[in-house]
């Protein structure tokens, strides 16, 4: 049954042209790659997006590098079915003392980032219009206004990306956040951007499987009901299915706690018609700490090698 809010997303969808379907994001570095070193190399991506063609719709993008135009490339010499959402990665242009694991930059790298920035805006305008047929959406960033971040971006400073965007392409622009700053900070974004996106992660605000769902729906339905003019998109929601204990209990997570969020999270994103981009499609080695049980690294739907987790491997084998 669709939700409360239906009516409106419905009407909203059909302006922004962005229908329903499923969705996940995408990063494809292996062993041995990440960002700004080694990349994927076209056959490696090609050979991810062959396995993600049967299943998803939609790709997210986090920024405009080496990775993200080699996926474009590929979709299009391979005449593959998908639209992506691309984003632009913004760097830090103020210092968040707050953060944990690094969040302070002398001002001349401050100023830096903030040169790159504009850069990594005018590279995404770029490949927008290059590829108008394949990029659906475009984000002014990731995660950047969260109180957490490391990359701590002013709201200001995103409303201006935002506005440079629309002015140089034609596709719906938003920004990717966690759905706190949504409910606050962020309400002088929400009428600069086309539609709101939000992430939603119930494992890592210490709720158990059995409570993640709802809580995802609360997180979703607080967002949509504050702004019922604007349509919602999640842009991230996942489970881990490995944790040493730092910030995620290593109980709460496994192949079968993930396997139930999937399945229960994409029933429900299909019943409301709630486009929603699941975190996330291949493990990736480079992310967070050495250890080799950080949960950063462990949220794919597959393994690095390629090979199916559980909730995969259920599906493909329902498939034959």
Excluded at 32 to 51: C, N
Excluded at 112 to 129: D, F, P
Excluded at 233 to 253: D, L, R
Aim: aromatic content about 12%.
């Amino acid at each position: 049954m669709p939700n409360e809010l239906n009516q409106q997303e419905m009407t909203y969808t059909k302006e922004l042209a962005i229908k329903p379907g499923k969705a996940i994001c995408y990063s494809g570095f292996r062993e041995g790659q990440r960002p700004g070193d080694v990349f994927p190399s076209y056959e490696e991506i090609k050979e991810d997006l062959l396995i993600l063609q049967n299943e998803w719709q939609y790709l997210r993008l986090y920024d405009c590098d080496k990775h993200s135009e080699i996926v474009l490339e590929v979709i299009e010499k391979e005449n593959l079915d998908f639209k992506v959402m691309l984003g632009a990665y913004i760097g830090a242009e103020a210092n968040n003392y707050g953060c944990p694991w690094g969040g302070s930059f002398s001002e001349e790298q401050l100023e830096i980032n903030k040169v790159s920035n504009e850069n990594q805006i005018k590279k995404l305008i770029g490949l927008a219009n290059q590829y108008p047929d394949i990029i659906f959406s475009l984000s002014a960033g990731n995660e950047a206004c969260v109180d957490w971040t490391d990359h701590y971006v002013p709201v200001e400073s995103v409303i201006n990306y935002v506005r440079m965007i629309k002015k140089g392409a034609k596709q719906p622009v938003t920004f990717c956040e966690n759905y706190l700053p949504w409910l606050g900070k962020l309400q002088d974004l929400v009428d600069e951007v086309d539609f709101i996106s939000i992430h939603t992660y119930p494992v890592w605000e210490y709720k158990n499987i059995h409570e993640a769902m709802e809580y995802t729906k609360e997180n979703y339905f607080s967002v949509a009901r504050k702004y019922p003019h604007k349509l919602v998109v999640i842009t991230e929601a996942g489970w881990t299915t490995f944790s040493n204990g730092k910030g995620i209990c290593s109980s709460n997570v496994s192949e079968e706690h993930q396997d139930i969020y999937y399945n229960d999270l994409t029933f429900w994103s299909e019943d409301d018609e709630v486009l929603t981009f699941v975190f996330e499609a291949f493990d990736e080695p480079w992310k967070g700490s050495p250890d080799m049980h950080e949960p950063e690294k462990h949220w794919g739907l597959f393994k690095v090698d390629r090979s199916p987790k559980l909730v995969m491997a259920k599906n493909l084998a329902s498939s034959c």
